[in-house]
């Protein structure tokens, strides 16, 4: 089992930045692939942003150039910069933890709301 704890979402206004954190615990030696996904009201779920162990990365076309995603391996954290800010950003923020079989652990979300 692997648990995720997510920190730092919050309100912001548009062109503004947050930064998400996310530490994961248990057995997460084996994690491969880490990252975000996110959830607007009415809206299915979606990828907003993973990378790998090895450090490749993964975006969104509708975050690139605006949101960067990092990891330490040695602590066992995600985190994830989110720049420029748009009303459209406004989800709650999973963080992901994928196991070398593909398994997939989610936290328990963050809320993040960008007001106009």
């Known amino acids: 089992q692997v648990q995720l704890v997510e920190s730092g979402g919050g309100l912001v206004q548009a062109g503004g930045s947050l930064r998400l954190s996310c530490a994961a615990s248990g057995s997460s030696f084996n994690t491969n692939a880490m990252g975000w996904y996110r959830q607007a009201p009415g809206k299915q779920r979606e990828l907003v942003a993973t990378?790998?162990?090895?450090?490749?990365?993964n975006y969104a076309n509708s975050v690139k150039g605006r949101f960067t995603i990092s990891r330490d391996n040695a602590k066992n954290t995600v985190n994830l910069l989110m720049n420029s800010l748009k009303p459209e950003d406004t989800a709650v923020y999973y963080c992901i933890s994928r196991n070398a079989i593909n398994y997939t652990y989610w936290g328990q979300g963050t809320q993040v709301t960008v007001s106009s």
């Open positions: 990378i790998t162990r090895g450090g490749d990365t």
